[in-house]
């Protein structure tokens, strides 16, 4: 019989040694600070959170948070809203991704915020295959570090 290896939850090694709960907060508060300017997506996220910001910050620093230190502190179902947001197009997750990898790397020193990057960029790839792919389908370059 196979021995299987389960990591306890509390071994959960996050995807930089140098992210903490600090960072992740202001990067959450960054992004969102620009994306509120963005020409395209600043209007999109004002109509759907029709002023209610903070909570919205909130739940993104819990979801950053599961994501970059495997806390597992978010319990939401990204893909359901995002489907839900019937004004968005395909070159919007490209468009959240050019504003979300400087933001990164102002945030983060180098090898962490690619590490983060690399993460955002799989999650706007599932985001898309999601609301705007097919079988077969190949993502954007725009949501792949060569292509952005």
Do not use: C
Not at 36 to 59: C, M, S, V, Y
């Amino acid at each position: 019989m196979t021995e299987i290896d389960i990591r306890p939850a509390g071994a959960r090694n996050a995807v930089h040694p140098s992210i903490d709960a600090d960072g992740i907060s202001r990067l959450v508060d960054t992004f969102y600070g620009r994306i509120r300017e963005h020409p395209r997506l600043g209007p999109i996220f004002e109509a759907k959170l029709e002023g209610n910001w903070t909570p919205h910050l909130q739940k993104m620093k819990l979801f950053w948070h599961s994501v970059l230190l495997k806390s597992g502190a978010y319990k939401g179902r990204p893909v359901p809203t995002h489907l839900a947001l019937k004004s968005i197009v395909s070159s919007d997750y490209g468009e959240w991704l050019a504003v979300f990898r400087p933001v990164a790397h102002e945030v983060f020193e180098a090898e962490a915020a690619e590490a983060v990057i690399e993460v955002a960029e799989r999650i706007a790839q599932s985001l898309w295959l999601a609301t705007f792919g097919f079988a077969g389908s190949d993502v954007p370059g725009a949501l792949k570090s060569s292509g952005g």
